[in-house]
């Protein structure tokens, strides 16, 4: 019994610290420098990283020697690998995988190399890395080129492998921005006189 509680307590630590990073955080001084370019700084890094899982797809592509192309599936771009996954399973496996794969390994790089941290665009960087995999490994799951859809596809990890495998990095990193006092309040925008701001300046 007493095995069971401490089990739920984990659970629920582990619960709130993927869905409240930021009140879980070090109530210390956010090192985000007090900027109105924080937000656009932010999305950059965001942008920036959902462009490097593209990329990493056609460099996949690229170096198993495919072309790989680019399209539409209903109405959202998608880039095409070019290969025959009837023939070649485990290419589509290795194409599929690369753009999760890429985003851990930058998320992990941020989070091991030292560094000055804290910043507007790294915090962009790492929101959109785990937001990528929590997509994949939910409404996207499934999708008609959804990379997890496609990787059960040729046999290379079931759904669940992967949701264990990608899921279980993304909560890890989730869990050690919030006990980076670097990363404190991590969604929000320090104010001079101590408060959060929430959402988006619109103000010119």
Known sequence: MRSRRTLERLGVRFALA????????????????????????????AVTSVLLHESAHIAAALIIGNSPTFGFDKLRPTIYSGIDSHL??????????????????????????PHHRGGAFERGMLAGGIGTTVFYLTIGRQGSVSDIEFMARMHGMTRTQSTLLFGGIA???????????????????????????VGLNLTP
């Open 88 to 113: 070649e399973p485990h290419k589509q496996f290795l194409f599929s995988a690369a753009g999760l794969t890429m985003q851990s390994l930058i998320d992990e790089g941020i989070l091991d190399i």
């Open 18 to 45: 993927a869905i409240l990073p930021a009140s879980l955080a070090a109530q210390e001084a956010d090192s985000v420098r007090l900027s109105p370019n924080y937000w656009p700084k932010l999305t950059a890094g």
């Open 171 to 197: 909560a890890l990193h989730t869990i050690r921005i919030s006990r980076n006092e670097h990363y404190a309040h991590f969604f929000l925008r320090p104010r001079i006189d101590g408060r959060t701001d």
